[in-house]
């Protein structure tokens, strides 16, 4: 990458990830980039400023990096857009399904944009899928907050003083998440039922060691790239009776569905929440787009009848040290499909990965899906 300056922004208040690690870094600068580094940006993810330094990045303030980089990296949309200097790149998740307007507005700033959760679900895109690396981890993570909330234990346990039955799990969504979600859990002991709407991953459930739970009649997910689709509102009305019955008998669930550019599906009633038993707990990992469940709040732990309700769509930042490690990864993978040519960087963008990631280009907004959203 000669020529090409990369700086690495600090993320905003309460994210512990930063876009690379000094290891990833160093892998910049040995391709020839030139790398500069807001100063503590990696410091909640136990990557101190001397880190970068001794990778060969250069540590500054933001402003400076702001001004000299050309390619900004950052892993949320920056909060002050206006301070972002027009003609950069940036790539980051910015979810640009929800945050479509803040698109516009770097488009008039002549920002080319590209948003790593639009990157197209292929076998070719795996090496650099963050939603993947980090969806791993927030399936981990939210099975041990459950075991941390939950009054009982996970396992079986057969002692002198009396047997302990193990902890009942319900995973809704056998996604990256579920699927690391029912290993996890499994592991701790629990005993694990999987409900999908995709058949196809009953098999991976299965060897799991889980109970897949079957509804016939949904809509084809296959092309949804990993995500749930929308039910006909007779699936829903089946689908919830069946999902009913299995969290009446749970003592924890973890709930992950969600559809990209809207609200996440309802699947936890109110009802269903008053049917648990006192002391179950429920962690729902799309808390942002809605929630899963009635009574979800993004960010917050509460109880419910008695129920406690844990929403956290970032749980992949509780662990911030690995999942920086392997979104920095995703990130170099990705890079490695730009040319770099006559002391230039340049995107490809007849490449269907580079076409698929970039929202903004040469001053309009250029993804079909986001320009659609924009008139509505």
Not at 79 to 108: H, V, Y
Not at 140 to 145: G, M, T, W
Not at 153 to 171: C, E
Not at 262 to 291: H, W, Y
Request: charged content about 20%; hydrophobic content about 45%; glycine content about 8%.
């Amino acid at each position: 990458m000669p020529g090409m300056k990369i700086g690495i922004l600090k993320e905003n208040d309460g994210e512990k990830r930063v876009s690379m690690l000094p290891e990833a870094v160093k892998q910049l600068i040995a391709g020839g980039a030139e790398v500069l580094v807001e100063e503590k940006a990696g410091l909640a993810g136990a990557a101190p400023d001397e880190g970068y330094a001794q990778a060969g990045a250069r540590v500054a303030s933001r402003q400076t990096v702001l001004e000299e980089a050309d390619l900004l990296l950052s892993i949320h949309l920056p909060n002050n857009l206006s301070a972002i200097p027009s003609g950069k790149w940036l790539c980051g998740t910015f979810q640009p399904l929800f945050r479509f307007d803040a698109m516009q507005q770097l488009a008039e700033k002549n920002t080319t944009v590209f948003s790593m959760d639009m990157l197209p679900r292929t076998t070719r895109a795996q090496s650099m899928d963050v939603l993947s690396s980090q969806a791993n981890i927030a399936g981990y993570r939210a099975v041990l907050l459950a075991a941390h909330l939950y009054p009982r234990y996970f396992p079986m346990l057969m002692t002198a003083a009396g047997s302990v039955p193990p902890a009942k799990m319900l995973i809704l969504g056998a996604g990256v998440a579920g699927l690391q979600a029912i290993a996890t859990g499994r592991r701790l002991g629990a005993v694990v039922e999987v409900f999908d709407t995709r058949p196809a991953v009953k098999e991976e459930v299965m060897s799991l060691g889980a109970k897949f739970v079957e509804v016939e009649g949904a809509a084809d997910a296959s092309l949804a790239g990993g995500y749930a689709v929308e039910q006909s509102e007779d699936f829903k009305r089946r689908q919830q009776e069946r999902i009913a019955e299995s969290i009446r008998k749970a003592d924890v669930v973890i709930t992950t569905a969600q559809i990209p550019g809207k609200a996440a599906p309802l699947l936890v009633t109110e009802e269903m929440i008053r049917s648990m038993r006192q002391g179950s707990v429920i962690v729902d990992l799309a808390a942002a787009t809605g929630g899963n469940t009635a009574q979800t709040k993004n960010n917050e732990t509460l109880v419910v009848h008695g129920v406690t309700i844990a929403g956290y769509s970032n749980l992949a930042g509780e662990m911030p040290f690995d999942a920086s490690r392997l979104y920095g990864k995703n990130l170099l993978n990705f890079f490695a499909l730009f040319k770099k040519e006559n002391s230039k960087w340049e995107a490809p963008f007849e490449d269907e990965l580079i076409k698929g990631t970039c929202i903004t280009l040469n001053g309009a907004v250029v993804h079909e899906r986001i320009q659609t959203l924009l008139t509505k």
